[in-house]
């Protein structure tokens, strides 16, 4: 009995001793522990201060980027308007004709300017013509092909055009050759304002609204989105 008294009392003593070990380690240790959590805090707040300032360097060039874009977008925008002016320009002298019979081995040339003398009342020779030929044949296409006509000036093509209204009854037609972009508008105008009421000009897109003659091309561009 004396034995156990005396091992109970010596693990109490050493229970209290451990406790007393713990909170001397932990007050010893306190202070190392809050160093370095501080010291990693630190390290992390500088951290996320670089990380910030690369993430504003990314921001700044992509705003610079973006401003970069739309200048290009601008750029571009005007050199296609140059592009498309240029390639109207080259079309100026030529004219498209629809409905011209096909005929194998045929002279065209030679049919040209017969509907040019005889039905148009326009004198034009061979020597007016620089180019002409057939568009290429669409699948399945049962129409004869257009047949585009270059002059050798913009006088005698101004004449020929200015005369298509001879053709009126028949199945023959006189247009002006526009670019893709000029023969879509054309198209949407007419959609809108009736076939009747819309021509083009010079490669511009007019319209009749009323009594009024107004060149439409921009206004159909931006409703439909294509300026």
């Known amino acids: 009995m004396a034995t156990r008294n005396r091992t109970g009392s010596g693990t109490g003593q050493l229970g209290q001793i451990d406790e007393n070990m713990i909170d001397m380690i932990l007050t010893r240790l306190a202070p190392k522990i809050t160093d370095k959590i501080e010291n990693q805090l630190e390290k992390l ?11 504003n360097n990314v921001v700044e060039k992509l705003c610079y980027i973006e401003k970069m874009s ?15 002016a240029l390639e109207q320009k080259v079309k100026s002298k030529t004219l498209r004709m629809v409905g011209i019979e096909e005929e194998a081995n045929e002279n065209l040339l030679s049919k ?19 180019n002409l030929y057939r568009t290429k044949k669409i699948e399945n296409q049962t129409k004869p092909r257009a047949v585009l006509v270059t002059f050798t000036s913009n006088i005698k093509r101004n004449e020929v055009y200015a005369a298509k209204k001879h053709l009126k009854g028949t199945n023959m037609f006189i247009n002006e050759d526009l670019t893709t972009k000029q023969y879509k508008l054309l198209g949407m105008a007419k959609k809108k304002y009736g076939n ?6 010079n490669g511009r897109i007019f319209a009749r609204i ?17 300026d």
Do not use: P
């Open 196 to 201: 009747k009421n819309v021509w083009s000009l």
């Open 112 to 130: 040209v300017c017969n509907l040019f003398n005889n039905v148009l009342k326009v004198t034009c020779t061979q020597q007016d013509i620089s």
């Open 210 to 226: 009323g009594t009024n003659v107004k060149l439409v091309e921009r206004e159909i561009a931006t409703s439909e989105g294509e």
């Open 45 to 55: 707040n500088k951290h996320f201060e670089k990380m910030e300032c690369k993430i």
């Open 70 to 84: 739309e200048a290009n977008k601008e750029e571009i925008k005007s050199l296609n308007s140059r592009i498309e």
